[in-house]
């Protein structure tokens, strides 16, 4: 991959962040696996969610996660086509399962020793209502990205997307985002008495001396 240079108009595009979602084919028959799973395993564990390292839930033997794992790996590769990487890149992955009952959400965070995060969404309530008593700016059921250049936006105005402080999705089912690891990222309240089920994955390089920049 050539290093970035001006274009011919003089402008050169530097420390992009991509984000990649997907509508995954198929997902409606694999998410009713995928959720009979997720829920058997939980077997009334408080700690289910919150226990993400003690296991692989993408190595269990199913045909639904086997159906996922080529999902995630598929999706990957596009992305990293998307980056202009032109050398093969070798990873691993590591996953858990995320139930959300009523009230639950996941506060700012990244993925520490990871290259590449995401999350695939298996169930999302239709319905998320806020009551009078809330604040009318809640959005629940969603996932925002921030930022993650320090004060990038002390002079944020409106349209000039290079210092939005942040952006938000509301998934739906069968969605599949994939981002770099080191990105801020919050889960936003669930407000229905339906669960929100996901399964959130780490893709962790295998390292390789061909990885390392070179100074031009």
Request: proline share 7%; with cysteine; hydrophobic share 35%.
């Amino acid at each position: 991959m050539a290093p970035p240079h001006f274009d011919q108009n003089g402008f050169v595009q530097l420390w992009p962040t991509t984000i990649l979602r997907r509508r995954l084919p198929g997902h409606d028959v694999a998410n009713v696996e995928l959720q009979r799973l997720v829920l058997e395993m939980e077997g009334g564990r408080h700690d289910f969610t919150t226990d993400y390292r003690s296991g692989n839930l993408l190595t269990v033997d199913n045909p639904a996660i086997a159906w996922l794992r080529e999902c995630i790996n598929k999706t990957a590769i596009d992305y990293l086509k998307q980056a202009g990487l032109d050398y093969p890149v070798n990873w691993g992955l590591q996953g858990w399962a995320n139930v959300n009952r009523r009230g639950d959400y996941h506060d700012p965070h990244n993925h520490p020793h990871a290259y590449l995060s995401g999350t695939y969404y298996v169930a999302v309530p239709q319905t998320q209502t806020a009551t009078a008593e809330n604040r009318p700016d809640l959005r629940p059921g969603a996932i925002s990205f921030y930022d993650p250049r320090a004060s990038a936006n002390m002079t944020a105005i409106r349209g000039d997307r290079q210092i939005e402080a942040e952006f938000t999705h509301h998934p739906q089912a069968g969605d599949i985002l994939l981002w770099p690891a080191f990105l801020m990222h919050f889960v936003h309240p669930n407000l229905s008495d339906d669960k929100r089920i996901s399964i959130s994955f780490n893709a962790t390089l295998k390292w390789s001396d061909d990885y390392l920049p070179v100074q031009s």
